[in-house]
């Protein structure tokens, strides 16, 4: 940061004043993290609305309920259209993939996905 205040804008600025910096960006990050996780609930509600017979379920912590806090724990989201083309095609794979969430945002993100398998897949699944 130090290095790319002194480049693009050719001022000199001390290290305390880039980690200052960063310190309030970040804290300004983390308070729209807060402001997003209370979002949560009218977006499910609209997800349920606008897409009908899609499964919304959100979560919250229990220990943070008991102590008078919400605080967002996992979300599970299965659209309907999904849900119905998947029991139609009987697609036979499925994927699964999943990541590690860094920042304020620590956690674990799974996505399941289903897969059409075609001429050139069903070898490789049978081989």
């Given at each position: 940061?130090?290095?790319?205040?002194?480049?693009?804008?050719?001022?000199?600025?001390?290290?305390?004043?880039?980690?200052?910096?960063?310190?309030?960006?970040?804290?300004?990050?983390?308070?729209?993290?807060?402001?997003?996780?209370?979002?949560?609930?009218?977006?499910?509600?609209?997800?349920?609305?606008?897409?009908?017979?899609?499964?919304v379920?959100?979560?919250?912590?229990?220990?943070?309920?008991?102590?008078?806090?919400?605080v967002?724990?996992?979300?599970?989201?299965?659209?309907?259209?999904?849900?119905?083309?998947?029991?139609?095609?009987?697609r036979?794979?499925?994927?699964?993939?999943?990541?590690?969430?860094?920042g304020?945002?620590?956690?674990?993100?799974?996505?399941?996905?289903?897969?059409?398998?075609?001429?050139?897949l069903?070898?490789?699944?049978?081989?």
């Amino acid at each position: 940061m130090k290095k790319d205040a002194e480049e693009e804008l050719m001022v000199s600025v001390s290290l305390f004043k880039c980690k200052r910096a960063r310190r309030l960006i970040m804290e300004g990050m983390e308070g729209s993290y807060i402001d997003e996780f209370n979002h949560l609930e009218s977006y499910c509600n609209e997800l349920k609305r606008s897409n009908p017979g899609s499964d919304v379920s959100l979560e919250l912590s229990k220990e943070a309920l008991e102590n008078g806090n919400r605080v967002f724990n996992r979300l599970y989201v299965c659209f309907n259209v999904a849900r119905m083309g998947w029991k139609a095609g009987c697609r036979p794979i499925i994927g699964l993939d999943g990541t590690f969430l860094k920042g304020n945002a620590r956690g674990i993100m799974l996505t399941a996905t289903g897969l059409d398998a075609n001429d050139s897949l069903i070898p490789l699944l049978l081989g």
